[in-house]
């Protein structure tokens, strides 16, 4: 790959650009067909340089760097399919400013003009492959991984606290002479260099590989605009960007604080987990020959979208994507996986559905469009944080199993349930699942069975009703009390009846009802009472 200077004198220019050949191409303007062409060459070939300001015959007219130009060279980037790297900078002779596009090689896949051409660079010419010469030339590159790519910097670059935590995690000895053969073995190094894996792992691929994009971006939005609020980069080695994004995403979106009386629950927003591997998936599986985007997390009031660069690696699709199985980036997968963020390659995906299954959330949403696979994050579900918390207390108590819960929630609220029924809720057209799952919960007793065999239906057992403490806020807790202490004095041991709150929870509401001139206490110990007189 040709290397530029900043500033060449004339002779030095000249000598450079003597012919077109192949890694240069002079252009005078900007047109996007034009710069179409040189761009896909280059990007399927080795590499190249095209010179925007310098005429067929090797006169340096001069072309500015301006917004303008910068803006149409974009534009004729964004028409290819899939460019792979380029960089646009100023250069300078004897003072005369001369715009350079570098095009990096890809070392996976491969461009085509918006019209489809595959071009080639030979000479100083772009060439089009047809026929057996491009199925050839598209099968070879099919086999090759950007990710194994020489990066071109020194195994000695590398972090010195991401090359020890990289040693820990592999149970290597970072003081080994024979640390290189490690990296290389994990395809992590090539030669004495980093690959683009290794130095994506332990360098901050902003400096060292100069993909200013390769960072997690988080922004938050107050609404469905597209304006955000607050924006956040975590950048450095792709552990550390995991790691980073995840934390700060975990605190913007907190929890659900269940304020159940006097009970106090925290439920996340979303399971740590799945917010973890969502990032570590977009981080590893990213395109990263893709450069003009950042992998990006939005954090929306009833969802987090995070979207990665790059389209699904063949075969897979979005109707496949738990089914089937492919990694852009093995490498990095692996090493993710050592640092213990991401899974097994081929697992994310059943990870983050069936964790948001078993948080009674609403399930992930994959897209594809465009260059671009996101997953939508919903922080709703079927069921309401109170009832979550409920539920919480009897799975920790062992009374039912996960797939029974939202059974139990739809008889909670007074719903009678049949196999019909059932079956809607459990998303299934097996019926015996479904009567698997009522009898599992009637032998539990907590569900009544009401009639036999088709007929049959189940209702709740009275007995474990959500307390109402988990149904009621204080206020509420404070009025059914009231309520029915204008009917008979009550006790401690009568109001943890009511409310289904512990005995210092009980004593704490009365007391404070008591303050509130709402009751009045008669006696003190075991034998206190408390009554209500007359309207609130």
Known sequence: MIRLRDEYTAGDFAA???????????????????????MVAFSNTDGGVILIGVSDDRTVQGRRLDQGTDDKIH???????????????????DGKPVVAVLVRRREEGFAQTSDGRLLVRRGGRNV??????????????????????????????????????????????????????RLRERGLAVGENLTIAGALITTNPADTLHLSKAVVEVRRYSDDGPDYDRRETFGGPLPDQVRDATEFVV????????????HRYEIPKLPLVVLRESIANAVAHRSYEVD??????????????????????????????????????????????????AEDAGRGVDVIEDEMEQALLDPPVFTEEGNTVSVVLPLNGPITSRERGWLADLTAEGSIENQDRILLVHAARGYELNNTVARSLLKTDDSGFARRALHRLRDADLLEQHG??????????????????????????????????????LSNERVRELTGLGRQQALQLLQGLVREGRLTQIGQRRGTRYYADGAD
């Open 452 to 489: 036999a065999r088709g007929g049959a239906t189940y209702t709740l057992k009275g007995d474990i009703a959500p307390p109402a403490s988990y149904r009621l806020n204080l206020r509420q807790l404070g009025n059914l009390v009231v309520d029915t202490a204008r009917t008979e004095d």
């Open 251 to 262: 605190s913007e979106l907190g929890s659900d604080l269940i304020v159940a009386g006097v």
């Open 292 to 341: 003009r985007m950042v992998t990006l997390v939005e954090l929306r009031g009833d969802r987090v979208q995070v979207t990665s660069p790059g389209r699904l690696p063949e075969p897979v699709t979005i109707a496949t994507i738990r089914e089937a199985q492919a990694a852009r980036n093995p490498c990095i997968i692996d090493a993710l996986r050592r640092f213990r963020l």
């Open 75 to 93: 534009e004729a980037a964004m028409s290819v399919h899939h460019p792979g790297r380029y960089s646009v900078r100023e250069i300078r002779v």
């Open 128 to 181: 089009p492959l047809i026929g057996d010469a491009a199925f050839t030339f598209m099968g070879s590159r099919a086999l090759k991984r950007f990710e194994r790519a020489d990066s071109e910097i020194p195994i000695t670059t590398a972090r010195p606290d991401s090359l020890e935590e990289l040693c820990r995690v592999y149970t290597w000895t970072s003081e080994s002479d024979h640390l290189a053969d």
């Open 16 to 38: 450079l650009i003597e012919r077109e050949s192949d890694e240069v191409e002079l252009k005078t303007g900007t047109s996007a067909p034009r710069l179409q062409e040189p």
